[in-house]
């Protein structure tokens, strides 16, 4: 792990020692009154990994709340989410489970016998609470909130001043009933429709909602490489980025009401985006910038302020039985994740070489089953929906940039590249990250890389083996057919 000096820049490196025992927690199946931990999950929809300004964005002040708490506590480098969907997504948080383990390929409930984080922390003696996000959690009653706000009450989940009310309200309520908390507070900035995109949104919304205090130009904004560089994507883009600046109001309210709680000490914090950002090549896909996520985490007295982990991935499986553990109570058996607590306290943890990412449906409910394996250097795809014939559709090509996109592609033939693979794909894709962040160029026809490539396809097949995952036989013959002898793993 590195400290960091500051949120644009890194510096020194230093590993950080665990902080303090804790084996008592461990043993202990529910919290004794006077040491109970709280926990807060703050969450921004559709926000990519690399947008905040700790992350070295150098769009200027775009989330100075996000990267005062990158200062405050740890920051994972190489954490992913699940599902680069937001029910899906937050539903693998909630259960620790794949979403083929879990019931819930897509926007549909969890099955009644899958057991989750709130019913856990419940029968703990937790006070659970939720704002914003709720029904992106089902069936209700699985999830077991004594407290919940949703979208409309929120200002559609975009007024900051309304978040720090209801957190407020929250945490008078845990301290009267003299319990310990869990709260997850959802922003839905910055999902569609982007700040100064969003009429429609305003007309329909039950309340008002604010403008962000910063809008953005076009030539402010740091385009992703994934994307052409034309200009109704500027604009797009630079939309996106006022979405998030509200985003970033929203946490920081969110983090006052705590601190003016003074359950600041006794508090886990940590902050996620649910997937990445809703343009092309990034959300409801399994490229980098769909699920990696800037995943920090502050914990007084026993996380180092201002520390990066710098090589470990984390999966968003491993947020339930992380926090069950933190908070000293028994994790459920048949989870697919496992707690990451010994490498916030400043250990090293085996197995976490890699992470496995999904996608089954999508909001529309149409399948694109999708299986990739992330490492720190290389990407591997399997795209088990791709023919030829099938075109991909989402959320993301109804904006600014994919109309944009089509026009280009007329007379660009790089453009026009980029969106036949968009809707198309290869049966695999392969990218090497240290030498295209970007995912410009699909390795898996590259002599060079077949080495590498096998080894990947290993990997996910060893993954999608230990989690029973239904896609395996047809990924093991789509393996046959491209000459690699597969042998089968046994299944626990």
């Not at 190489?78 to 794949?98: D, E, F, K, N, W």
């Not at 969110?254 to 343009?279: H, K, P, Q």
């Amino acid at each position: 792990m590195n400290r960091i000096s500051r949120p644009e820049r890194w510096a020194g490196a230093a590993l950080c020692a665990a902080l303090c025992a804790f084996g008592r927690w461990a043993e202990a199946e529910s919290p004794r009154p006077g040491e109970a931990v709280n926990a807060l999950l703050i969450t921004v929809d559709d926000m990519n990994y690399n947008t905040p300004g700790f992350t070295g964005n150098p769009v200027p002040h775009i989330t100075p709340h996000i990267d005062k708490l990158a200062t405050e506590g740890l920051w994972i480098r190489h954490a992913h989410v699940t599902v680069a969907i937001c029910q899906p997504s937050r539903q693998c948080l909630m259960t620790g489970r794949y979403p083929h383990n879990n019931g819930a390929p897509g926007f549909d409930p969890i099955r009644a016998d899958v057991p989750t984080l709130q019913e856990q922390l419940r029968a703990a003696g937790y006070l659970n609470g939720i704002l914003g996000k709720v029904i992106h959690l089902c069936p209700r009653e699985k999830f077991c909130w004594d407290f919940a706000v949703d979208q409309a009450d929120l200002g559609e989940g975009r007024d900051p001043a309304l978040y720090r009310k209801y957190v407020r309200e929250f945490l008078a309520k845990a301290r009267e009933a003299g319990k310990p908390f869990f709260l997850m507070a959802n922003s839905h900035d910055p999902h569609r429709p982007f700040a100064g995109n969003d009429k429609g949104l305003r007309e329909r919304a039950a309340k008002p909602f604010p403008e962000p205090d910063r809008a953005y130009r076009p030539a402010e904004a740091h385009m992703p490489g994934f994307l052409p560089d034309l200009p109704d994507i500027r604009l797009e883009v630079s939309e996106y980025y006022g979405s998030c600046r509200r985003a970033d109001q929203t946490v920081g309210e969110v983090l006052r009401a705590l601190s003016e709680s003074g359950f600041v000490d006794n508090t886990l914090v940590m902050f996620l985006s649910d997937n990445g950002m809703a343009f092309p090549f990034a959300k409801a896909n399994c490229y980098l910038a769909s699920t990696r996520t800037p995943w920090l985490v502050r914990w007084p007295g026993r996380i180092k302020a201002g520390t990066i982990e710098e090589r470990q991935m984390v999966s968003g499986i491993d947020f339930m039985p992380t926090i069950l553990d933190a908070l000293g109570l028994k994790i459920p058996e048949g989870l697919d994740g496992r707690s990451i607590l010994p490498l916030l306290l400043g250990e090293k943890q085996a197995g976490r070489e890699n992470v496995m990412t999904v996608i089954n449906t999508l909001s529309s409910k149409r399948p694109y089953p999708m299986r990739a394996l992330q490492t720190p250097r290389f990407s591997y795809i399997y795209n088990s929906w791709s023919d030829g014939k099938t075109a991909y559709k989402n959320e993301s090509m109804s904006g600014r940039t994919w109309k944009a996109m089509q026009g280009a592609a007329e007379t660009d033939e790089r453009v026009a590249a980029r969106t036949r693979l968009f809707q198309f794909r290869k049966g695999e894709e392969f990218y090497d990250l240290d030498a295209d962040p970007d995912t410009l160029k699909n390795l898996a026809e590259d002599g060079q890389y077949r080495e590498p490539l096998r080894e990947m396809r290993r990997l996910l097949e060893k993954e999608m083996t230990a989690s029973r995952d239904p896609l395996l036989d047809g990924f093991r013959a789509y393996l046959r057919g491209k000459g690699e002898a597969v042998v089968p793993v046994q299944r626990d």
